[in-house]
């Protein structure tokens, strides 16, 4: 059964730390940079926000087609 997902638990690990350097890279740009705190926080929140998108965008597939694998075994089984 593990072996099932081995591909979608690699590609949330690899999407998650990319995840992770992106945000450590964008939070660093935007609190390096003019402008008002207010400011950087709304910035802040809109990197995450998209971080956040694109982390759930990237690994999405590879859990929907796992999904669509075993329940396509299971009607065969039936």
């Known amino acids: 059964m593990l072996k099932r997902f081995k591909t979608p638990i690699i590609a949330t690990a690899v999407a998650f730390l990319l995840a992770v350097i992106l945000s450590?890279?964008?939070?660093?740009?935007?609190?390096?940079?003019?402008?008002?705190?207010?400011?950087?926080?709304?910035?802040?929140?809109?990197?995450?926000?998209a971080v956040a998108t694109l982390?759930?965008?990237?690994t999405a597939p590879f859990w929907i087609f796992?999904?669509?694998?075993?329940?396509?075994?299971?009607?065969?089984?039936?």
């Open 24 to 49: 450590v890279i964008m939070i660093s740009v935007i609190v390096n940079s003019n402008g008002s705190d207010r400011e950087k926080a709304e910035r802040s929140g809109k990197a995450g926000g």
């Open 66 to 78: 796992t999904a669509a694998k075993i329940g396509a075994e299971r009607r065969r089984k039936k």
């Open 55 to 58: 982390f759930v965008l990237t």
